[in-house]
Structure formats: structure tokens, C-alpha cells
């Protein structure tokens, strides 16, 4: 396995710059797995597939991140005057957090000032650009003044209004970065899929560093994940383990979904339960590439990925790298827009 193994060419011009309106306008693009046929719909076609039974049926479970993304992004001041910007990562404790810094000098026993914000220190120097940094006081009162929803560094056009950034569904801050495949749900949607006897239910992963981290070993079996934290809660793993004692299928919306399911999923083997899954939570540095053998997920709705990205690798280890390569290359000739605002991928 190699990391040239998950290359591909993308034309600038594919890289969605704005999300779509309304949400469920976007494109999706359905690979089934068995035979490599490509369906092209929109993605408010789920509603229809589920009422004439193909691709959705009653039964089947859409698994769904509620994470919500916080205010991340960070501009401050040394005390010469020098920018430096934060991005913060995750919470160690009520003024403490893990963050990826910008700017130079910015070692231990640093101090800066948040523009709009507190006072910070840099208290240890941890991976490449990553601090730990502590506040004067917590930051997050102070989140709607001095806060900046982190867009990915490809999206170069500023986003009109924050919550679409958000899914619709996003209840629980902690994430750095959307859980994007969800940005394509509408409550209409939603709704409509429930009346046809598609059930849902939530999970929890904040986002973190990983998603800015490139891969960059040649053998990616030596590339270093770190851990985010996930959650899912008694009602979840209840509805998995009843779909799958039914004959249904679980359907991951997004790789972080996948993760958080296929965590619990080991975890139970760990302790040698015979139930698929139970109530889950705590950190999760599950590595999928491929050669995994899933245990929960179905199927999966996602976007399109970066390449070399560990989220291609996963996607790659569901469905097989040749048949995704060549859905991607389709999706590149057809016009598909790509990445955080681009459209979906729906692998059954």
C-alpha cells in the first residue's frame, strides 16, 4: 500500500467555493458496490428512493453526527505587535485547550492577546504547529465577538451566513471543522424520510485536528491519527442493534459516523459482548484503510474527499480504491463540485 495508491487529479475549478441553495440541492452521486453502477440524482431524491423502496427502505437507519462546530478561529497579538492566529482544537479544561498555532516565536511561556478576547499563554510546544495555550479565562463567552467559524484553507470565497456551516441537526459544540455530509439534510428532508419509515438517530464526534493533518508517509500505515472524541448515547446503539436484528441496514452519514460506530463496534469485540454495540463514549483513534472488515456500517453518505486524505483511504476501504477512483473520475467529467460545499456520494 502506498500513499500514491489515493491520488487523483482535481481541477481547481471543481472545489465548491459556496454551498448550494437550499441544502438538499446539491448533487449525489450513488455507487453501488456490488456491480459499480453509478446512479446520478440530487440529493432531495432520498425522499423519492425511500417512498418507491430502492436505495432507502422502511427500516433502515440513518446514523448522524450531531457535533456542532464552534467559533475556532482566533486572531491575536503579541505583545510587539505581531499577528498570530489560533485555532483551537480541543478543551482540556475550562481555560486550557489544544490549538494550532500561526506566527512566529511562539514557544513556551509566550504571551498574546485574543483580539476581542483574553489574554493567553502558550504553555507547551506539542506536534509541529500545535500549542497548548491557556487562557486568562474561558474563551467561550467570548466566541460571538472574537470567534471565526475555521473554513477549510481551499475555500476561498467568505461564507454569507455561518449557520451553513452547520448541519441543521448540530446540537453539541466541540468540533473544528462540519461534519459535511450532513450539510446536505433539511428538516423537510428529514421529516419526509421519517413518514416513509426511515428511522434516525445521533451520534457524537467533534472534529479535530486530523482533518487539517495531510498524510504525508509514503506507506500510510505509518501516518500517526490522533484521537477525537466521540459519543453514542443508550438510544443509538439500542436502534442500531434492533435494525440489525431486523434485517435492516445501518447507514453512516459521514466518516465521522462511520468511526464512531465501527468504535463501538470494537470495542464490544474487545469485551467480548454479542450484541453489535453499546453505549459508547470517550476517545477514538480508529484508523480505517484498506483491509478493515466493517461490523456496523452498511452503507455510507459522504462528500468527496481530498487526496491522500485518511478520509479517501476509509471511503476506499468501504467500497473498494479501484471502483472509488473511478466514481470520482465520473463525478470530475459530470461536473460534480467537490470538498466541504460540494455534493455527496451515497455507497450502498
Aim: aromatic share 8%.
Amino acid at each position: 500500500m502506498r500513499l500514491a495508491d489515493f491520488d487523483y487529479f482535481l481541477p481547481p475549478e471543481c472545489i465548491a467555493q459556496t454551498p448550494v441553495e437550499p441544502r438538499d440541492a446539491s448533487r449525489l452521486l450513488i455507487l453501488h458496490r456490488d456491480s459499480g453502477e453509478l446512479e446520478h440524482r440530487f440529493f432531495r431524491d432520498l425522499s423519492l428512493l425511500a417512498s418507491q423502496g430502492r436505495s432507502l427502505h422502511p427500516g433502515d437507519l440513518l446514523v448522524l453526527n450531531r457535533t456542532r462546530v464552534i467559533p475556532a478561529r482566533l486572531y491575536a497579538r503579541k505583545p510587539t505587535g505581531g499577528k498570530v492566529e489560533l485555532l483551537l482544537l480541543r478543551r482540556r479544561d475550562a481555560v486550557t485547550w489544544e490549538a494550532l498555532v500561526g506566527g512566529k516565536g511562539l514557544g513556551a511561556g509566550k504571551q498574546v492577546q485574543v483580539q476581542g478576547g483574553p489574554g493567553a499563554e502558550i504553555l507547551e510546544v506539542l506536534d509541529g504547529s500545535q500549542r497548548l495555550v491557556r487562557f486568562s479565562e474561558p474563551i467561550e463567552p467570548y466566541f460571538p465577538t472574537a470567534g471565526h467559524v475555521p473554513l477549510p484553507p481551499y475555500i476561498h470565497e467568505k461564507l454569507a451566513d455561518a449557520e451553513r456551516y452547520q448541519t441543521v441537526y448540530a446540537s453539541e459544540l466541540g468540533s473544528a471543522a462540519a461534519p459535511t455530509a450532513g450539510l446536505h439534510f433539511t428538516p423537510r428532508l428529514l421529516d419526509e424520510l421519517q413518514a416513509q419509515g426511515v428511522k434516525v438517530a445521533y451520534v457524537t464526534l467533534h472534529v479535530g485536528l486530523d482533518t487539517f493533518a495531510p498524510v504525508t508517509e509514503d506507506d500510510p500505515r505509518r501516518h500517526k491519527i490522533h484521537t477525537e472524541w466521540c459519543d453514542l448515547p443508550l438510544e443509538t446503539a439500542e436502534a442500531v442493534n434492533q435494525t440489525r436484528q431486523t434485517g435492516r441496514r445501518v447507514i453512516a452519514v459521514g466518516t465521522t459516523s462511520v468511526r464512531v460506530l465501527e468504535t463501538a463496534a470494537g470495542q464490544a469485540q474487545i469485551e467480548n459482548r454479542t450484541s453489535p454495540i453499546r453505549a459508547f463514549s470517550g476517545p477514538t483513534s480508529l484508523y480505517i484503510l484498506p483491509g478493515y472488515r466493517f461490523d456496523v456500517v452498511d452503507a455510507m453518505i459522504t462528500n468527496f474527499h481530498l487526496p491522500k486524505s485518511t478520509l479517501l483511504m476509509l471511503v476506499c476501504a468501504f467500497a473498494g480504491r479501484e471502483k472509488i477512483l473511478a466514481a470520482y473520475e465520473t463525478a470530475i467529467r459530470e461536473g460534480y463540485r467537490f470538498y466541504s460545499f460540494g455534493d455527496a456520494m451515497f455507497i450502498l
